[in-house]
């Protein structure tokens, strides 16, 4: 092993026994020694006496095992960011020794002698939209969170302060430290109030902001060196990097977000992403202190900032006078200005007046342009190719709106909102019968006749149903916002539950009737994305785009938005739907054929991965994802969501997030210059892909034999405390859609992993891959499969993602659980689960080689057996308390804090919710 990586370790569990001895001593000044004394004997009882250690939490008051809980979430918490510090400072020095991803991706593409034109096309094409979503499945308050990230800043300052010293000496921060903890101590981590999408957006705008300010501009800063060492010669107004959001878009089942919604969180938006401009501009006066006695602006310059003088009147005499042979920072002073008045512009809803307030971003960046174009003409190179691109490489990627809002609706409400526009018009116009009695191919044929005609469907005076209303004035809202905020908003209308062509035109007939679109006069303000959910949408998702692009007038929208068609893959509900292996593979499948589909049409393909934070929501790392991607899918541009608690866990502390986010660009790079032929025989992935047909087919069938048992939804709902998840108020919208059911169906894919992993089931993420790698090893060989593991990286990615759930999977907690909480004639539903689960450990096993899971990664495994000795006391004490909830005959609001404080920290314990 690393010598290196042993150091870090060993660092690592001494720093974490130093926060966990200061959070004992936290927990006696603050509740006492019996409850520190309690801590030390639940976690004794439970290594050596599980029943005893059943039996003593039973008995336990609320307000103790509350505390309890408390104490052991805390621990979590701590562990979680210490982990994530020691992370920070190994990357930095793998960065020293290695050089960055971007670097190692440089040599590999360097070492294929590729052609500098191709290189150059792939770069100018770059554009990596990393989409934060409204599925806040991180259960940690803000306040937590922000408490936690001052303790890493503590731990990080700490040691560069004693590298420097040559000594450790942590007198003078353990004060501090202790301070934190009696801090995070006193501080609720239940939520009162369920959050509203405003508050959500918030929570995304702290993460964008702080990448603005950090992690975007160094990596954008390394990835043009790169590309210009590659022959590309990158512009700075390019836009490898973009960010979008979900959040005060998706409607989808939230009755939460509304048009006003919308209008607030653009708003906000704006508010936060022009102060983080005015922040950059700060930096800019005090810096460009250039003499005009010395070294002469352009007359270009010159003249652009005698316009904003004349238009700034309001400028404070002193800085015309002060500043007056110092051009630069003159004009950095108007810049800020005008930033100003476009701040006030939006929080009045007043209009844009040029010369005055920024329209967008653009007029911002070529602001920032003219600053550039000056100083490079005048020996101030160096000064330009600083901080100033730093500035506009991030306003470009940035704007001044932060994210760029995508918008998403139910496919059904398109329909309902038509057929009350179609259905005024009969019997005058052609159709013979209801629009809701139409078949689909009726439906497509009769939207796509309309999508190319010119007549209105709605008139000024028509009278509609306020559901109707609704859905239109979704619409109209992005109209006012882009004349609002500038076109760059939002441009993107994603159709949920797309199962045929007619989904599609159906948005885009009533985003017609909103003056969003105008094919005859080649105009297309927003694009129309199907999300493709299930298994069986993803295996017809060719025949979907084909017929789309097959429609000219669906075709002209297309064109109109540059000869881009973005497609959703949808993880999260095809994997609950049909199990990890279907859902992957069917993925898998639909890109190759998505991709086919778009070189046949002569259009450019722009995937949306729609991966949830976990694995059993078809998470993992997302680099390796990437890589794993069938050849020739990636040109360039891709969208991935990022939710959750992998919003923290990826963007908490400002090295990771650079990490992460150059990892993603090296990746989309390398797989866009590197992999875009195969890289197998036609023969060999004729036989992968036959063995994967088997493997995920058999893996299907034993998934749904399990998920369709008559009695799983009532051995679901009793295993987990799932009936909470409200309470926890983690999200604006519901766990259900409005029209589910009391079964499984309607149950989102949040909840449903969520339900799962409390009770360390984990069965989305891994049920079924052992009967499929059985069926598939029995049709062809261990020898085939073995090759499979060996060269095709979408199939070890699998596995790998696979092993890892099933080494957080732990049948022992789980049998608590159901010896507890379930029926004993529903028992026998465990037997299955615990069956499954033993046979995929074995395949996975057998495959790998290995001789035990993790075995290639002890540090990890070992980080994981750690965590198991503090997650069993929270595992014993939510059983004891859910039993006591259930048995109950009142509502006891203490009893359910204490319940939802479990939740919590066996979410921090397991590093994820759902």
Not at 33 to 41: A, G, I, K, P, T
Not at 181 to 196: A, F, G, S
Not at 248 to 275: A, F, K, M, S, Y
Not at 455 to 468: I, N
């Amino acid at each position: 092993m690393d010598t290196t990586l042993e150091d870090d370790d060993a660092g690592l569990r001494a720093d974490i026994r130093r926060l966990g001895s200061l959070l004992g001593d936290s927990l006696v000044r603050q509740e006492g020694q019996q409850l520190l004394d309690l801590v030390e004997e639940i976690r004794h009882l439970v290594r050596t006496d599980a029943k005893a250690a059943a039996q003593r939490l039973a008995e336990l008051s609320v307000d103790t095992g509350m505390n309890l809980a408390r104490a052991f979430a805390l621990y979590f918490h701590l562990a979680n960011i210490t982990e994530q510090v020691h992370r920070a400072r190994e990357l930095r020095r793998r960065r020293v020794r290695r050089g960055g991803w971007l670097e190692e991706a440089a040599t590999e593409i360097k070492a294929e002698g590729l052609d500098a034109d191709r290189i150059a096309k792939a770069a100018r094409g770059l554009e990596v939209s990393p989409v934060f979503t409204a599925h806040p499945t991180e259960a940690a308050r803000r306040s937590i969170l922000t408490k936690l990230r001052q303790l890493a800043d503590v731990l990080d300052s700490e040691a560069a302060e004693a590298a420097l010293a040559g000594q450790a000496d942590t007198a003078a921060t353990d004060l501090r430290l202790a301070e934190l903890i009696d801090l995070l101590w006193q501080t609720d981590e239940v939520r009162i109030n369920r959050p509203e999408p405003t508050d959500e957006a918030r929570n995304a705008v702290y993460y964008l902001t702080d990448l603005y300010a950090d992690a975007a501009p160094r990596v954008l800063r390394d990835l043009a060196q790169v590309l210009t060492e590659l022959g590309a010669e990158p512009s700075l107004s390019d836009s490898p990097l973009r960010f979008g959001t979900w959040i005060g878009g998706d409607r989808d089942g939230n009755p939460n977000v509304t048009p006003e919604v919308t209008r607030r969180v653009l708003t906000l938006q704006h508010e936060h992403g022009i102060r983080a401009a005015e922040s950059m501009v700060e930096s800019m006066i005090s810096e460009l202190s250039v003499s005009q006695q010395l070294r002469p602006a352009t007359p270009e310059f010159m003249a652009s900032l005698e316009a904003d003088l004349a238009a700034l009147p309001e400028l404070p005499p002193r800085f015309r006078r002060v500043n007056s042979a110092e051009p630069y920072r003159l004009k950095a002073r108007c810049v800020r200005a005008k930033l100003a008045a476009t701040r006030a512009r939006h929080a009045s809803g007043t209009a844009h007046v040029p010369g005055r307030d920024y329209a967008d971003g653009t007029e911002l960046y070529t602001d920032l342009e003219t600053f550039y174009d000056s100083l490079t003409a005048s020996t101030g190179g160096l000064a330009a190719e600083g901080r100033l691109a730093d500035s506009m490489r991030v306003v470009a990627a940035f704007g001044l709106h932060l994210a760029t809002m995508d918008i998403r609706e139910h496919a059904a409400k398109h329909h309902a909102a038509l057929a009350e526009l179609f259905d005024r018009l009969r019997p005058d116009d052609d159709l013979d019968k209801p629009y809701g009695d139409l078949s689909r191919a009726e439906r497509f044929a009769l939207l796509a006749a309309e999508l190319d005609s010119r007549r209105p469907l709605l008139t000024p005076a028509a009278a509609l149903s306020p559901e109707t209303r609704k859905t239109l004035d979704v619409f109209r809202c992005i109209v006012s916002a882009q004349r609002r905020f500038g076109p760059q908003v939002a441009a993107t209308y994603i159709v949920s539950m797309t199962q045929g062509p007619d989904d599609l035109l159906a948005a885009a007939v009533l985003a017609r009737e909103a003056g969003l679109v105008d094919i005859h006069a080649g105009r297309a303000d927003i694009g129309f994305v199907p999300l493709l959910e299930g298994v069986p949408e993803l295996e017809a998702g060719r025949q979907i785009w084909n017929d789309l692009l097959n429609t000219p007038a669906y075709r002209r929208i297309v064109d109109a938005r540059g000869g881009i068609q973005e497609v959703m893959l949808g993880y999260s509900d095809s994997n609950k739907e049909s199990g990890i292996a279907a859902s992957q593979w069917a993925i898998q499948s639909a890109q190759r054929e998505l991709r086919d589909a778009a070189a046949e049409h002569g259009v450019r393909l722009r995937l949306f991965h729609g991966r949830g934070g976990t694995v059993g929501r078809g998470g993992g790392p997302t680099h390796e994802a990437i890589l794993a991607q069938p050849y020739g899918t990636l040109d360039g541009t891709i969208k991935v969501t990022e939710q959750g608690e992998v919003l923290s866990d990826k963007y908490t502390l400002p090295v990771l997030a650079r990490e992460n986010l150059e990892l993603t660009v090296a990746a989309v790079l390398k797989a866009t210059l590197l992999h875009d032929t195969p890289r197998h025989d036609a023969s060999t992935l004729d036989v992968w892909y036959g063995t994967m047909d088997r493997l995920s087919g058999s893996a299907r069938t034993a998934y749904r034999s399990l998920i369709d048992h008559p009695g799983l939804p009532e051995y679901f709902w009793a295993v987990s405390p799932t009936e909470l998840l409200g309470a926890l108020n983690i999200g604006s919208r519901p766990a259900k859609r409005p029209d589910a059911s009391a079964g499984l169906d309607g149950l989102r894919a949040i909840p449903w992993v969520f339900g799962w992993t409390q009770s360390r089931q984990i069965v989305p993420g891994w049920f079924g891959v052992g009967t499929g790698l059985a069926t598939a090893r029995e049709a062809v060989s261990d020898e085939v499969l073995s090759a499979m593991y060996e060269r095709w990286q979408f199939f070890s990615t699998f596995i790998s993602n696979v092993e890892m759930t099933l080494v957080k999977t732990d049948m022992d907690i789980a049998e608590r659980y159901v010896d507890t909480l379930v029926p004993p004639r529903l028992r026998p539903l465990f037997d299955t689960i615990r069956a499954e689960h033993a046979r995929t450990v074995t395949e996975v096993l057998r495959l790998t080689g290995k001789s035990e899971l993790l075995a290639d990664n002890p540090q990890l495994r070992r980080t994981l057996a750690v965590r198991d000795r503090y997650l069993a006391p929270l595992h014993h004490l939510q059983i004891a308390l859910l039993h006591r909830h259930r048995e109950s005959a009142t509502d006891d609001p203490s009893l359910t804090r204490a319940l939802l404080t479990t939740v919590n920290g066996i979410a921090a314990g397991m590093r994820n919710t759902g």
